[in-house]
């Protein structure tokens, strides 16, 4: 945009600046809250309500959900699937999308439509919950990762990328007596860092962020992750059976524990966003507009 | 006439043992395409086929061989259910909600974010709005509960503070659609801007500036060279919008679902999940998950014909 000095102009400026920045305000401020009100003493939680930054911080909250396994336990299961979950999808994404993107390869466009085609229409909840139990996959840790473990998505963003590699870089290895899966892995693999290190973030995300193949599969709460336990804190208000064995302490109110669980089950996101934010945009761009 | 056909099998059995040199060459490359077609036959397909359990009744240990073949049974029951009336209802409220009050948000900011010339305010507002579309449905609704609960709730004790009523937003079923749309566009506004913000960045620069030669304002530039410049963009997004016309989010709403609010709250795929898994009517839920994706494909291919008609480009 070029500037534009007259009043109306400005004016226009101003106000399209203002309603912005609280847009983003809005966006922001629930975070910043929950945060806050994660790191405050009960005292001051009870006697000032609007908290955004807090003057009496405390960890309290956090010793109090830390105190017994539970939330350990979620939190090395989200993990444990996350790492897990990763490295499986992105290895049968990369090896799938490399097969399509190679255009000497017969069949490739049926595959292809097959996999656009589940984009567009699907068995649903329930047969493909009767697949999961009949694969005896019910309460294992396999059903939180597998039945999810290609997004069509993500392998059509790859294959894109893949195809744009020039041609003849692998044609030149290939007359070097280098395999296909040689030329994968040491040519195109290495020159797609950035398409493979924007999928494995989104793949991360939605795999810390699994919640309904855990309520689908899992029937067993010991092996919930951390999505399931902090509905089961916040959204029903329950779980969190710790107050038995602390009767001898007070519990802080239980706002601010609701917010650190919160918080706890968000940190790995916010860690990785940054990453994350210089990437996505262009990928999610070559995945909508289709070339 | 016989010379020529012999010609044309030797050139028909060149072909193919052509492509049998090709396939077996690339031998390698389907073993690499075999884990993740299989995914898709075992995890997608599968299911698809699956569906058959919608004519039938069902029984898991009988299996689909074994079970008993109903015809439309379970369809015509849906039809007729006064609860299920309800479900589609709730559903299709919802879904227009959406198209009322979400779609256009990204639209509206992408144009504004457009008039920014900051690249730093730029950044950093699009840094913070893309940012609750990485959070999972849990956490969005988590969040809500802890802001607007009757106890402690910093939203009710604004309202309290402002000598106000508080509002049971959690409970109350008249709370449902507005808390549901507002974090819908809470978590997906920011990012369904990207989008638009690309194709923005496409129009030709010099259009702006033939604009202001005749004079015309910011807003003029908008509506006469913005918005027609990302016309297709609108009717594509538009399009795959309605095709999901009965997907709004399992989770989502699942979270939001209480005793309270199932008269509002109760939407199909959460009737798919109670009836199905819960009360183990798998083949009435079944059906009912096959009439959505149908309706949804139908949609789809029908808004396309349309969009078409009218001189875009549609999905496909």
Known sequence: MVEDKTLGGRMFGIINYL????????????????????????????????????????????RFIFSTNTIFKAMGVSIGTTLMGTIISMFITALMAYGLSRKDVDGRKVIMFLVVFTMLFHGGLVPTFLVVKELGMIDTYASLILPTAISAFNLI????????????????????????????????????????????????????????????????????????????????????????????????????????????????ILCVYPFLQKHFAKGAMIGSIKG | MQEVNAAQRVVARK???????????????????????????????????????????????????????????????LFTEPDFLNILSNTLILFGMNLLFYFPVPIL????????????FKKTFQTIVYLPHFMSWVIIV?????????????INDIIEYFGFEKINFLL????????????????????????????????????????????????????????????????????????????????HVYLLLNSMNRNVAEIIDTYVYTAGLKQGQFSYSAAIGLFKSFIGLALVMIVNRIAKKMGEEGVY
């Open chain 1, 157 to 268: 963003i790859l294959k894109n990328f893949f195809q744009n590699i020039p041609e003849g870089l692998e044609e030149s290895a290939k007359i070097d007596g280098c395999s296909d899966f040689g030329i994968l892995f040491r040519i195109v693999l290495p020159l797609s860092m950035p398409a493979i290190a924007t999928i494995s973030l989104f793949y991360a995300v939605t795999y810390w962020n699994t919640y309904l193949s855990a309520i689908l599969y899992l029937n067993e709460s010991a092996k919930w992750p951390i999505q399931v336990l902090l509905r089961q804190i916040v959204v029903l208000a329950s779980g969190m059976d710790v107050s038995a064995d602390l009767d001898s302490v007070t519990p802080p109110p239980a706002q601010s524990i609701k917010m650190a669980v919160i918080v706890v089950a968000t940190l790995p």
């Open chain 2, 172 to 251: 109350a079923p008249e709370w449902f659609r507005p808390t549901y749309i507002l974090q819908v566009i809470w978590r997906e506004a920011g990012w369904g801007t990207i989008i638009y913000l690309a194709a923005i960045a496409s129009i030709d620069p010099g259009l702006y500036e033939a604009a202001r030669m005749d004079g015309a304002g910011r807003i003029r530039q908008m509506w006469h060279i913005t918005l027609p410049a990302i016309r297709s963009v609108i009717i594509v997004l538009l399009i795959l919008k309605i095709g999901d016309v009965l997907e709004l989010g399992f989770e």
């Open chain 2, 15 to 77: 072909q193919s043992s052509e492509m049998g040199r090709r396939i077996w060459k690339n031998k390698w490359i389907y073993v690499m395409l075999l884990p993740g077609v299989l995914y898709f036959l075992v995890f997608k397909y599968i299911p698809m086929y699956g569906l058959i359990i919608s004519f039938q009744n069902y029984k898991p240990f009988k299996g689909i061989s074994g079970s008993e073949w109903v015809g439309f049974e379970h369809f015509q029951r």
């Open chain 2, 109 to 120: 900011l992408a144009l504004m974010l457009n008039e920014v010339k900051g690249d730093l």
């Open chain 1, 19 to 62: 309603l912005l920045t609280i847009i983003g305000l809005i966006t922001l401020i629930p975070f910043v809250h929950v945060v806050a009100g994660s790191f405050t003493t009960s005292a001051e939680m009870a006697a000032k309500k609007f908290v955004i930054i807090p003057t009496d911080w405390s960890i309290e909250a956090y």
């Open chain 2, 142 to 154: 988590s969040i809500s509960f802890v802001m607007l609960t009757m106890d402690g709730g910093i």
